[in-house]
């Protein structure tokens, strides 16, 4: 092992030094392939731009890649593709405060495991020299002391829309009076109420990232990379980019500093050709068909039977098709319901004769529906999902199902009201075309900001003068102080200087008294 992984950081080193491009490091050792799709995406552009791109991934290409070297995770951290049951979803991971802590803690098992790996040793024992360190913005930042280890530009991306706790290393404005977090059950503006919890949201993960995340992230970064390590916070400030895997014409619009950029749909590929059998199965529903799918981690097949029976009375008297990504046979099943352990969602939900996108609301399966202008009903169970789905519903292509309410008469009303009412197709395709409509699409848009970076060693310019500016003088606590000091104290001047003036021109008045002689 010890010889393999010398072998590889010399391969490694001969392939940086041989070419031209940038040399690049990606740290992406998280196993959900939900996040991977949208860092490979990233990853292999840049290799296609003739970079030279190394990552430390549970996901290794299956053919070789030019420019292009993996360092690879997967035996020591399995895909957990299909792994998570119904109730373990709803009763763990349902509650944004289990979930907070859970992804803390999942993140930093990630980093334990993939640094004691034996070829990720080997390339921090090196003397390769890169231009610019990716990490994962999620759970935990413990990614990034790769970035204070090579003396390399930071860039940090996430999976997801804009996540709370991102803001602070670029100092972006996430003001809870206008902008919802991303668990927060709301889209457009909000009322009282809603930016009441809002704001509770707002302070509850400030509070639980340090709790959580900050402190057992600079801990394992002193233990890791020495203890002479920096505060994690004072790496975190030397972000020079924040890829958000969002886009305006979804999340609504709010301001963005100038190194933090939006690449929302940027794993989108060219659609690619459908299975035969799902292509027919397709193209010979008279009135076109509906593909559901609960994603890549959750197993459908553990729902449970009172509510998979609802499913397939529903279903059995749809005037559609339906293509359900379902793990296990399903016996004496309708005619017009097709079962498969995979589908290829991107492709199926490309062709014209897709209607409706039924799905728990991730975040890339909502983007691909939009790109593809396809309506969706969500059935939406933890963080993101219920508010993925709302900000469809709030633009006309979208239904929300509670789960908990789940009925034949639910889910009918649902399918048919799409199905018959043809402005949620409209406002699809309406939502279709301002999503796609950029000056650059998002791999472009990616690549050109991640070139930008590297030109100006770090870019720090595009840094803003808030960074790591302590919150009383971010939220102007000192300056209100001392306003309203200065406020009280000439108020309490003009209070003096009346009084003393009343009191004399009242003596004035005042008449003496005789004295009389005795």
């Known amino acids: 092992m010890k010889l393999f992984s010398a072998l590889l950081v010399l391969v490694t080193a001969c392939v940086l030094g041989r070419t031209n491009g940038a040399n690049i490091l990606g740290v992406f050792p998280i196993n959900g392939r939900s996040h991977w799709v949208v860092y490979e995406s ?48 709803r009763n763990v991971l349902s509650s944004v405060f289990s979930s907070q802590a859970f992804i803390a803690d999942l993140q930093l098992k990630f980093c334990r495991e993939s640094i004691k790996h034996p070829q990720v040793q080997a390339l921090l024992k090196s ?40 803001y ?89 500093v100038p190194n933090m950029v939006e690449i929302g749909g940027v794993h989108l590929k060219p659609p690619g050709p459908i299975p035969k059998d799902i292509l027919k199965f397709i193209e010979d529903s008279p009135n076109g068909v509906m593909l559901f799918t609960f994603g890549a981690l959750i197993r459908a097949s553990t729902i449970p039977k009172p509510v998979l029976q609802i499913f397939l009375d529903v279903f059995a ?19 017009n319901l097709y079962i498969s352990k995979w589908m290829p969602q991107r492709d199926i939900l490309n062709h014209p004769k897709v209607r409706i996108f039924m799905s728990h609301g991730g975040q890339l399966g909502v983007h691909e529906a939009i790109h593809s202008g396809v309506p969706v009903i969500g059935i939406p169970f933890f963080f993101d999902q219920p508010r993925n789905i709302l900000k469809l519903v709030s633009q006309g292509a979208g239904i929300l199902l509670d789960y908990d309410l789940l009925s034949r008469e639910y889910l009918s009303d649902a399918i048919n009201t799409i199905i018959t009412n043809s402005s949620y197709q409209t406002n699809a395709k309406k939502l279709s075309q301002r999503f796609k409509d950029r000056q650059l699409n998002a791999t472009e848009t990616a690549v050109y900001w991640t070139e930008y970076v590297i030109r100006h060693k770090g870019a720090r310019h595009l840094r803003t003068a808030a960074v790591g500016m302590p919150w009383w003088k971010y939220y102007l606590v000192d300056v209100i102080s001392f306003i309203t000091i200065v406020i009280f104290a000439v108020l309490y001047v003009i209070y003096f200087i009346l009084k003393t003036v009343y009191k004399k021109c009242t003596k004035k008045n005042v008449p003496k008294k005789k004295v009389k002689k005795n």
């Open 42 to 89: 990233l990853m292999k552009a840049l290799a296609a731009r003739g970079h030279n791109v190394t990552v430390i991934t549970s996901f290794p290409q299956k053919s070789p890649v030019a420019n292009f070297t993996d360092i690879d995770l997967s035996g020591v951290m399995p895909s957990p593709v299909s792994s998570l049951s119904i109730d373990m979803v």
């Open 127 to 166: 003397d390769i020299k890169f231009d610019a360190v990716f990490t994962e913005i999620f759970g935990s930042d413990c990614d990034v002391g790769y970035a204070y280890h090579f003396k390399a530009p930071l860039l940090s991306v996430m999976s997801s829309s804009h996540l709370p706790w991102s």
């Open 168 to 256: 602070d290393r670029v100092a972006g404005p996430d003001n809870p009076s206008y902008i919802p977090t991303i668990v927060t059950r709301v889209a457009g503006k909000m009322d009282f109420k809603q930016r009441m919890i809002n704001t509770f949201y707002y302070v509850y993960f400030k509070i639980a990232w340090k709790y959580y995340s900050e402190w057992p992230a600079d801990e394992f970064l002193k233990e890791n990379f020495g203890p002479n390590t920096p505060y994690i916070n004072d790496i975190l400030y030397n972000t020079s980019m924040v890829f958000v895997n969002g886009h305006f014409s979804l999340d609504g619009p709010r301001p963005l």
């Open 317 to 335: 008297k749809l005037p559609i098709r339906v293509l359900w990504k379902f793990e296990e046979d399903i016996p004496n099943k309708s005619d």
